[in-house]
């Protein structure tokens, strides 16, 4: 099983560029989410989707925007990108209920020049 | 405001030797805490989880041990091996299967 897939695993913008990043998960996961890594921070959760057809904010969600295309698909939009966007991206996916965690995808390092 | 803090940045340990990370939160409506394990250029994968309703959860050499009057827990590796060497989240929840806030990450070494 692949899991979770993330793409691109790299990227680079100019300022004011616009990307969307894809993440797909194939293991049935009613819960999706998008989080971003950086020194010193952590992981902060940006948007999820709690099921199909819901989208909700997270801790960072300005200058990001969601679509939870189907069960397996979640993508997150830059719209005009920022050089304080520059991080890693993780999307993950989970069962609504039960403690099995979260499965996490390898990542999309972004840089914003 | 970081609800879960993990107020160390690193830590080395010697092969054998017991590693303990710690984490602190602040919000006591957490009741399930978790710790992820991220090496890098990979994404982060569960380790070991603990809910409220217990202060002691053991998985082989993993063990999380849960202070609920001190919004403390900690994870103890006992023997630690260099294979262990990574990036420690911890992390929580109010729910089981609710959205995760994660601490800052410990990045541990353990030297042969």
């Known amino acids: 099983n692949a899991g979770v897939t993330q793409t691109p695993k790299f990227q680079v913008l100019k300022t004011g560029q616009s990307m969307t990043l894809q993440c797909a998960q194939d293991?049935?996961?009613?819960?999706m989410y998008w989080y971003r890594q950086d020194p010193g921070m952590g992981l902060r959760l940006i948007y999820y989707?709690?099921?199909?057809?819901?989208?909700d904010k997270g801790e960072v969600p300005n200058g990001y925007n969601v679509s939870r295309l189907n069960k397996r698909e979640f993508s997150l939009r830059l719209e005009s990108a920022a050089p304080s966007q520059t991080s890693v991206y993780f999307c993950?996916?989970?069962?609504?209920?039960?403690?099995?965690?979260?499965?996490f995808g390898s990542g999309t390092r972004l840089t914003v020049v | 405001d970081q609800q879960v803090k993990q107020n160390s940045p690193s830590l080395s340990v010697q092969e054998g030797r017991i590693s303990i990370l710690n984490c602190d939160y602040t919000?006591?409506?957490?009741?399930?805490f978790l710790w992820y394990k991220k090496y890098p250029a990979e994404g982060p994968t569960f380790l070991i989880s603990?809910?409220?309703?217990?202060d002691k959860n053991e998985d082989g050499r993993f063990t999380v041990f849960l202070n609920k009057s001190a919004k403390h827990l900690s994870l103890h590796i006992v023997p630690s091996q260099p294979g262990d060497s990574a990036v420690y989240f911890c992390?929580?929840?109010?729910?089981?299967?609710?959205?995760?806030?994660f601490g800052q990450g410990t990045e541990l070494s353990v030297k042969p």
């Open positions: 993950a996916s989970s069962e609504t209920r039960g403690n099995y965690g979260y499965t």
């Open positions: 293991m049935n996961h009613n819960s």
């Open positions: 989707s709690a099921s199909e057809g819901t989208t």
């Open positions: 919000n006591s409506m957490f009741d399930y």
């Open positions: 603990i809910s409220s309703i217990k």
């Open positions: 992390a929580a929840s109010g729910r089981q299967g609710g959205k995760l806030i």
